[in-house]
């Protein structure tokens, strides 16, 4: 079975274009995740969906940070306008429900803003 | 205040031999759930082993096992017979609620060298 799918695994861009990252979770999971990887503040979750409805966005950072899930096999987390600040590690993972299910992470997007 | 924490940085052992890896949480929801995972170099994130609150028996996944002391609220990584490729981040993660919430809170990890 594929496992979570991210895309692009790197991008470069600079400071004020807008940028797209996409995930595609494992087949039969209803919970989806971004999460952020930064030396600085280690690994935080930005937003998680069950069954492609937004649950908690308590951790997306601005207004600039938007995420969405138009079905169960697809989601994006889109920032527009691009910082510098926002140079991570962009995690998605996916999960079955239930209190002793792992997530499955990602290879995760790594993001460069210049 | 943190709701999972790592308080070693970074830890080193020699090739073959045991290491623990310290995480201890803090949780007033009876059920929750613990987890290890493994961010070796190369950036994944590898699922290790999970305890839940309510099992009886230490977790064990060939050699990895959870030292889950419920009263002194810890869960520890003993990684037996440690490999060169052991070497890696690992991160304690807990869960909280058995209403299909599935928040993960992650602690800010500990970083493991194998040396030969």
């Known amino acids: 079975d594929a496992g979570v799918i991210q895309s692009p695994r790197h991008e470069v861009t600079e400071m004020g274009q807008e940028v797209t990252l996409r995930c595609k979770p494992i087949?039969?999971?209803?919970?989806l995740f971004w999460y952020r990887q930064t030396m600085m503040r280690g690994l935080e979750l930005l937003i998680y969906?069950?069954?492609?409805?937004?649950?908690?966005d308590s951790g997306m950072p601005e207004d600039r940070f938007s995420a969405k899930m138009p079905n169960a096999s697809f989601s994006t987390l889109k920032i527009q306008p691009s910082e510098p600040r926002d140079s991570a590690v962009y995690f998605c993972?996916?999960?079955?429900?239930?209190?002793?299910?792992?997530?499955?992470f990602g290879p995760g997007t790594r993001l460069t803003v210049t | 205040a943190q709701k999972i924490t790592q308080t070693q940085p970074g830890m080193f052992v020699q090739e073959k031999e045991a290491v623990t890896l310290d995480c201890t949480y803090d949780t007033s929801d009876p059920s929750y759930g613990l987890f290890w995972y493994k961010q070796p170099s190369s950036g994944e994130m590898i699922f290790l082993i999970y305890q839940g609150s309510y099992d009886q028996q230490n977790a064990t996944e060939g050699r990895y096992s959870l030292n889950f002391q419920k009263a002194r609220k810890s869960a520890n990584l003993v990684i037996s017979a440690s490999q060169l490729g052991d070497s890696a981040m690992y991160f304690c993660?807990?869960?909280?609620?058995?209403?299909?919430?599935?928040?993960?809170?992650f602690g800010a990890g500990t970083r493991l060298a194998v040396h030969p």
């Open positions: 993972a996916s999960s079955p429900p239930g209190l002793a299910y792992e997530q499955y």
């Open positions: 969906f069950n069954n492609n409805v937004p649950i908690d």
């Open positions: 993660a807990m869960r909280e609620g058995d209403g299909g919430y599935n928040k993960l809170i």
């Open positions: 087949s039969g999971h209803d919970y």
